[in-house]
């Protein structure tokens, strides 16, 4: 992709050329204005210039392309994974269909840079005590669960929590049925298909592909009506559920709301047009199977869930 990163200075000014004080380390506009980072709705804003039609498709094929590339260097990325997510729920939430402003490589820049740039809500003007050790907690929850290996991730829920040990019985067979409405293999076969679709189609998954004859030999082992019954119970919604979902919960304090709750954590698959589920963000669909089983054994109240 073509496009460089666009500045603090360039995104809040318009007709001024902007510089940089080296001296008093502050940015300044010609004019002597001092220029602040701005604030999360900015953010929000340039993401409402485009319609989610047409912005979420982009983020979930580039969020598709990274989610194989855990390894490599990501300093040729216009969009990192938290910008990534971070665009898609407030698109989600707040977006419509009358924009015309095209997405290009300088719009998703611009959405990147403002994500990136967005001020802090401790480290202000003033100072606040523990604000640079509030900013690493912060940014830990913010990005280090996007540079997990998402194949480790999966390949490590059933030696945890499907393993028979003689005499110990941590978690019940028939209490992942009940929780999940299928066995805990059968849930990561699921998982692990809607996975590889997402990163084989740009962010897409389309039930009817389950009746295609490529299709016959993984229907065979796990059911189509079991696959539809587990993506629409744990990982879908429909347009109308992922906009009330995106919208609840929100902070009041508009420097905090960046480190909301994303809902497409919970439910990572939109239904868009046509019948078709979009996944903005990608490594979503694969961290369901992992964080879901620990999500679900921490807050089940079933009785014979845990036995020892």
């Known amino acids: 992709m073509s496009g460089g990163t666009v500045g603090v200075a360039e995104m809040l000014t318009v007709q001024e050329t902007d510089t940089f004080d080296r001296d008093s380390t502050i940015a300044r506009n010609r004019l002597g204005k001092i220029l602040l980072p701005p604030k999360y709705e900015e953010f929000v804003a340039l993401v409402r210039r485009h319609r989610p039609s047409e912005l979420l498709p982009v983020l979930g094929a580039i969020s598709a392309a990274q989610s ?26 707040w977006g419509n269909e009358y924009r015309d402003k095209p997405v290009t490589d300088l719009a998703l820049a611009q959405i990147g840079t403002g994500y990136s740039e967005a001020r802090d809500p401790f480290l202000v003007e003033h100072g606040e005590d523990g604000a640079l050790m509030s900013l690493f907690v912060r940014t830990s929850f913010e990005q280090f669960p996007h540079q997990h290996s ?33 066995s805990l293999e059968d849930f990561i076969r699921v998982g692990t298909l809607l996975s590889t679709g997402c990163w084989k189609n740009s962010g897409i998954f389309e039930p009817k592909w389950l009746d295609q004859d490529n299709f016959a030999e993984i229907v065979e082992r796990v ?4 696959t539809l019954e587990v993506f629409a119970r744990h990982f879908a919604s429909s347009w109308s559920e992922a906009r009330v979902s995106a919208r609840r919960g929100r902070r009041t304090n508009d420097d905090l709301r960046r480190y909301d709750f994303n809902s497409l954590e919970a439910r990572p698959f ?23 089983n620990y999500s679900l054994s921490c807050s089940s109240s079933s009785v014979d869930f845990f036995m020892v």
């Open 270 to 292: 939109v239904e868009m047009t046509g019948g078709r589920y979009l996944a903005p963000q990608s490594s979503y669909v694969s961290r369901k199977s992992p964080y879901l």
């Open 223 to 226: 059911p189509k009506e079991q």
């Open 68 to 93: 194989l590339d855990v390894y490599r260097p990501k300093s040729n990325h216009i969009l990192y994974p938290w910008s990534i997510a971070a665009a898609a729920r407030e698109s989600i939430a």
């Open 150 to 182: 998402l194949f480790e991730d999966m390949a490590r829920v059933l030696p945890l929590f499907d393993q028979r040990v003689e005499g110990l019985e941590i978690v019940t067979r028939h209490a992942w049925a009940e929780l999940l409405g299928c």
